[in-house]
């Protein structure tokens, strides 16, 4: 054999080998970035009554829900100001300061669905105060998902990574 050939041989040995290096970082990168993709830490953030922009967002939680799959994500709702009109039962309006109830019965069943996928609504102890909401006028209301600021929990929530939508 001679050296040209010697010298092709270990060219075309050197191009095969980089090629595999590069594809094998490819595939080492692409899992990562799938692995990450597949995490999600994601806050929404609801401070407004209109029924359509409401059940919209609900929407908005479920496609993303679908889009990752629900073992994939760590995703909180939440409600201050005129949002918790989301959770107010529709004969408790009149004892507040909200000017819409909409936590009707094809609400009530959207956000049991949500729940029932792991989604967690966090709702504003200012906002009951402010608006004289009575526990007992929020569709499944828990004492756990009670935070002392509606605005604090986003700051707090974005602080350990939780991506902000507003939808």
Do not use: W
Not at 39 to 65: C, E, M, S, T
């Amino acid at each position: 054999m001679s050296q040209n050939n010697s010298i092709q041989i270990k060219t075309s040995q050197i191009k095969i080998l980089g090629l595999l290096a590069l594809a094998l970082l490819s595939l080492f990168a692409l899992g990562n970035v799938q692995a990450e993709a597949t995490k999600q830490k994601v806050v929404y953030h609801i401070n407004n009554d209109n029924p359509k922009y409401l059940a919209g967002a609900l929407g908005n939680i479920q496609n993303h829900i679908n889009a990752v799959g629900k073992d994939n994500l760590e995703l909180r709702v939440v409600l201050h100001g005129n949002g918790l009109s989301l959770l107010l039962y529709p004969d408790a309006l009149k004892n507040t300061k909200l000017q819409q109830a909409n936590a009707t019965e094809e609400m009530q069943a959207k956000i049991s669905g949500l729940k029932d996928q792991g989604i967690s609504f966090k709702i504003c102890a200012n906002t009951l105060k402010s608006k004289n909401i009575a526990e007992t006028d929020l569709y499944d209301f828990s004492k756990a998902d009670l935070v002392p600021s509606g605005v604090a929990e986003l700051a707090i929530l974005q602080g350990q990574g939780f991506a902000y939508v507003k939808p």
